[in-house]
Structures are given as C-alpha cells and as structure tokens.
C-alpha cells in the first residue's frame, strides 16, 4: 500500500473510499474525465494549473516541496487570471503535495481576503487523502481563513467528482 512520509518521519497510508471502488466496478467516470482534459495555462515542476471552460472552474494541481517563490508565482499567476477571467471557484488537488509553509498558507490567505472583498466570492475544494501532509496544511489553512471570515469558504473531498459537484452547486 502506498504511503506518505510526514516531516517527523511518521507514515501515513492512503485510505481508498468505498465510493471510489464503486466508481471503478460500475464505471462510471466523473465528470471532469468524461470531458477533454482542462486547457493548460500554467505550470512548473509542482504545480499544473488548468482551466476548464464548461465548468469555469480553475484547477490546481500540486505535487512535492514547492518552494516559497515558485509557490507564490503559481497563487499570484491565478489570481491574475481567475480575475482577468471573472472565475470565483477552483478545485485545488493537493493529494501529492509536501508540506506548505505556514507564510505560504498566510499568503493565500490574504489573496484570497482580498479577493472576497473586491469580487464578493470565492470557492475552494480541496481534493486531498485523509491526513497527507498537503491535506493537513490545507485544512490549517482552512481553519485560520473561516476564522477570518465567519464562514466557510472552502471543502475538502476524496474525489474530483465530489468536489466539482461541490463547485457546481456554489
């Protein structure tokens, strides 16, 4: 079975859901994959950013130890362009993701204020496994954004289908 090693050395499996096995006997697809694959508009060797028209949903999908700069690039090149394109949800696939500073989750943090505050909304869903490193960082994220905001903005779901789902109804 597949593992994850965290900072202080100690495993973390990937726990597969049952929805996500029922998936593969039926098959059916989620939606994401039953359409052409998202046109891409940015990446770098952690980070492939796509956007998918249909949906308008930009989607983020992140792998390794993203160094500050790298990583601030990759927010400030989709802020730019969730603004230049009145896109207000994205799907951030962080399963594959190492840890994420804590000034990098600030820096998010404040884009994503601002952004709230000049464009009125915003939505994230998270796609990450049960206690991975980029999952736990999110979700510290999380925590210190609804705080701010008295709501909650963003979710976290096992599957693309869930979270696009999720998005849809946002």
Not at 102 to 108: A, H, I, R
Not at 144 to 162: H, I, P, Q, V, W
Request: glycine residues 6%; positive net charge.
């Amino acid at each position: 079975m597949p593992s994850v090693l965290s900072v202080s050395g100690k495993k973390f499996f990937q726990i597969r859901k049952h929805k996500a096995v029922h998936e593969k006997i039926t098959g059916t697809v989620p939606v994401s994959r039953e359409k052409e694959n998202p046109e891409t508009v940015y990446s770098n060797e952690y980070v492939i950013i796509s956007f998918d028209r249909d949906s308008r949903i930009l989607r983020q999908e992140w792998k390794g130890f993203c160094p500050g700069g790298d990583f601030r690039a990759a927010i400030d090149f989709s802020f730019n362009f969730m603004t230049e394109n009145n896109i207000n949800k994205t799907l951030c696939d962080v399963r594959h993701q190492r840890v994420v500073p804590p000034s990098c989750q600030k820096y998010v943090e404040e884009k994503v204020l601002e952004y709230i505050k000049n464009y009125g909304s915003f939505y994230t869903a998270f796609v990450a496994f049960e206690k991975s490193v980029g999952g736990v960082c999110a979700r510290l994220y999380d925590m210190n954004l609804t705080r701010k905001l008295g709501y909650r903005a963003n979710s976290f779901f096992d599957n693309e289908y869930e979270a696009e789902t999720w998005l849809s109804k946002n």
